[in-house]
């Protein structure tokens, strides 16, 4: 069985600092999501107890200049082979686009029976991907998978819901993707991390892929409050002094009365 | 046992500047820094006299993510509410190429690596080596975690507290009287406000060093340095007096206390602070470097000692960039030569005997005893004070002569056996 | 501004077990000025209410002061693992 994993790079968050109510990430390295991580330790635990024979880290750059680099933390890790999509038309991709590209990618490799997903990234998790992979390649999807097991041509997973858990088996190909509970990550060590050096990596762009650069569909403001000073008026008299005087001033400012 | 033909330990100025050179020459190199990326771990004051290592690595320098040139040095003495600052701007100081910028490590040190990564060596985040491997006296290698990796020759540069170093017996372990305490707070201010508050062009900086009371009497000082958009404010305190005391108060409410003066406030006004950072700095000069070269292995950087303290001006990381350069040239002869014993890794010691590196240390041998008198951290600095505050002074009576008022100042101040015996002291730095 | 403002600044990033561990049988029997409750620029050791030393590791500077100013040896001091620690950005 061959497993495809999908993983996206996103700036270290904790290293990222607000200045002026923005998010500063010059000069913050990049890493593998945490999820995307519980996905790759599931998929090299498959791998190592014999229920799957070769597994590949699948990752979109998405702007991320050092992704070739930033994805041997995946071979370290234990996946088999790396794939990179770097191409300057996928900057900043959009969810929809982003899928598009890992199903061509999934459609180019030459096997793949089981996709394996984050839930959501660290960075925007919308949880989107998965599904929208599984629907472009036709494929049956289990979410929320807090296990993965691999059998025949089967795969199994209990699902974690609100107040039950489920257990939902499918048959292969098939796409899952996993929350936090599934597993620990394991942390690569430095024999790991000079192994995944020679292990195969390719960068393809979209060219490769044979398909056009997907356009976005809608360009994110941001939705924050504009920032305002207080005012510093206190008003004085009694209460009902005060309460006049208060509407007063906010029918002068026009928040009232308007 | 896997092994490379050099493995760094530290991906700091000195190992990173040592993987530079092995890296250009071909040689399989992998840097083990213990941080999310080089610059992560580190403290600088901040600032790094570029010109005595321009020859080394021309190419780099234009380029280098440096913060400010250097083009103000002040000098502040501060007793009893009166501070006197002595301020230098020369353009001497920036002439074919600033001989000093302003840093921060978290840029400086990532961008290196990012050269040394261009250069074919391999540099490994996040990764502790936990311990120097020996056989039969020789380093053969490293162990991090449960796996040890063996190598030609190990470039040890893994900072001033020496624990890998002094585990294994390459090293003495560091003593608190050859150290203090550096500590700092970066703040941020627009640049147009920092240029304004030091009397800078546009993009040029200022470093501005503080002795006297911020210390309360022990070795050390405080110092300023301006980024491209922040400030860096902190003092440095030697270990050895603050182990001493035992009057309650804790190190970093020095810095507290300092940042209160009315002298200091409009400085910082407005500012944000951003980030608090604190780090040992060796100051023990010249008798605490280490055998810098030995069986499979070179010392670097401030594992080996190499900074010092003269007062008004502190280098180190100079040093760390020049020693990693001599390294790796030695590294270079010694695998060229099939020799990397201590015999065949012996020119490091001798390319670093003949620059500035050991010369200037060894011109600044005295520096560190000097430095452990009181009467320079207390009485010079309000005496100082004391004698301009004394001419700058209209008060309700009649008023003495300028130069009376000047000489009572030194006869009062300056004409004792205890300032002779302190310059007799001094006659050597 | 105090300590735990300061220190608020900064990102730590969290191991499980401690990296610093002092003996504090040491502590009780052989110190008498106690150095690491004012040397250490965090402010992280204190005495517990049983009086012995503790340290609050998870916001250390790994600077090493404490550990150069224990003249009993009374810490065993290393460096965090890989990826913990602090992580500066601006020093």
Avoid at chain 2, 327 to 356: H, N, P, T, V
Avoid at chain 3, 30 to 55: F, H, I, K, N, S
Wanted: proline residues 4%; hydrophobic residues 45%; glycine residues 10%.
């Amino acid at each position: 069985m061959d497993i495809v994993v999908c993983v996206k790079t996103n700036p270290d968050l904790e290293l990222v600092r607000v200045k002026d109510r923005v998010a500063q990430t010059e000069g913050v390295p990049y890493k593998i999501g945490d999820l995307e991580k519980n996905a790759l330790e599931a998929a090299v635990t498959l791998r190592e107890s014999g229920a799957a024979s070769n597994v590949t880290a699948l990752c979109v750059a998405e702007g991320n200049r050092k992704a070739a680099e930033d994805i041997k933390v995946a071979l370290a890790m234990g996946a088999d082979e790396a794939v990179v999509i770097d191409d300057p038309a996928l900057a900043e991709p959009d969810q929809a686009a982003v899928a598009a590209v890992i199903a061509a990618a999934v459609r180019k490799l030459s096997a793949c029976d089981l996709l394996l997903f984050g839930e959501g990234s660290s960075d925007n998790y919308t949880g989107q991907v998965g599904a929208r992979v599984a629907e472009l390649l036709d494929l049956p999807q289990i979410g929320y998978a807090r296990t993965v097991e691999a059998e025949g041509d089967v795969v199994r997973c209990e699902r974690s819901m609100d107040d039950v858990i489920e257990t939902v088996q499918a048959p292969l190909p098939a796409a899952v993707t996993v929350v936090s509970e599934v597993n620990e990550p394991r942390i690569p060590g430095l024999m790991q991390i000079m192994k995944a050096k020679s292990k195969p990596l390719q960068v393809w762009s979209l060219a490769d892929l044979d398909i056009e650069a997907p356009v976005p569909v809608r360009e994110i403001e941001s939705n924050l409050a504009e920032e305002q000073d207080r005012k510093h008026i206190v008003f004085e008299g009694t209460a009902a002094e005060q309460a006049e005087a208060f509407v007063d001033a906010l029918i002068r400012e026009g928040v009232l009365g308007r | 046992m896997e092994s490379v033909e050099c493995i760094v330990v530290g991906g700091g100025l000195a190992g990173l500047s040592a993987a530079y050179g092995l890296a250009e020459a071909g040689l399989e190199v992998m840097v083990l820094e213990r941080g999310d990326y080089s610059g992560a771990k580190n403290v600088t004051g901040g600032r790094l006299y570029v010109k005595p290592i321009r020859g080394f690595y021309p190419e780099l320098w234009d380029e280098a993510p440096f913060e400010r040139p250097v083009a103000r040095e002040l000098v502040t003495m501060m007793a009893d509410g009166a501070h006197t600052t002595v301020e230098i701007a020369s353009d001497r100081f920036l002439e074919g190429g600033p001989q000093s910028y302003t840093v921060v490590r978290a840029k400086l040190d990532q961008w290196l690596a990012d050269k040394v990564m261009e250069k074919g060596a391999m540099v490994v985040p996040n990764m502790k080596v936990d311990e120097l491997l020996r056989k039969d006296g020789r380093v053969i290698g490293i162990r991090a975690g449960g796996d040890e990796i063996g190598a030609d020759v190990v470039v040890v540069a893994e900072g001033v507290l020496r624990l890998l170093s002094s585990a294994a017996g390459l090293a003495a372990q560091p003593q608190p009287r050859h150290h203090a305490l550096g500590y700092k707070e970066v703040i941020e201010l627009p640049a147009g406000v920092i240029e304004d508050r030091w009397h800078l062009n546009p993009g040029e900086g200022a470093a501005q060093l503080f002795m006297g009371d911020c210390t309360r009497g022990m070795m050390g000082g405080a110092f300023l340095y301006t980024n491209k958009e922040s400030i860096a404010l902190g003092m440095v305190v030697g270990m050895e007096d603050m182990r001493r005391r035992r009057d309650g108060t804790e190190s970093w409410q020095l810095l507290d206390a300092f940042k209160e003066l009315p002298q200091i406030r409009p400085l910082i006004a407005g500012g944000t602070a951003a980030e608090y950072s604190a780090h040992a700095v060796p100051e023990g000069g010249i008798t605490q470097v280490p055998r810098l070269a030995g069986d499979g292995y070179v010392v670097a950087g401030d594992t080996a000692g190499l900074s010092f303290n003269a007062l008004v001006t502190v280098r180190g990381m100079d040093f760390a960039v020049a020693s990693g350069y001599y390294a790796a040239e030695a590294i270079k002869k010694a695998k060229a030569a099939g020799d990397c014993s201590a015999a065949g890794l012996a020119s490091y010691e001798q390319s670093l005997r003949s620059s500035f590196v050991l010369r200037d240390l060894e011109t600044a041998r005295n520096i560190p005893g000097v430095m452990e008198n009181p009467r320079l951290f207390t009485h010079y600095p309000a005496a100082v004070g004391r004698l301009l505050e004394s001419v700058y002074t209209v008060g309700e009576q009649p008023q003495a002569g300028l130069v009376k008022k000047a000489w009572n100042g030194v006869r009062r101040d300056f004409l004792s056996l205890a300032t002779l015996r302190d310059a007799w002291s001094m006659r050597k730095i | 501004m105090n300590i735990d403002a300061k220190l608020g600044l900064d990102v730590f990033k969290l191991d499980k077990e401690p990296h610093i561990v002092i003996d504090t049988e040491v502590c009780r029997t052989q110190c008498d000025d106690e150095a690491c409750l004012y040397v250490c620029p965090a402010d992280l050791y204190e005495r517990d209410d049983q009086g012995r030393m503790t340290v609050n590791w998870e916001g250390c500077l790994e600077c090493g002061t404490c550990l150069l100013c224990c003249d009993r040896r009374a810490l065993s001091w290393a460096y965090p693992h890989g990826p913990f620690g602090v992580q500066y950005r601006m020093s």
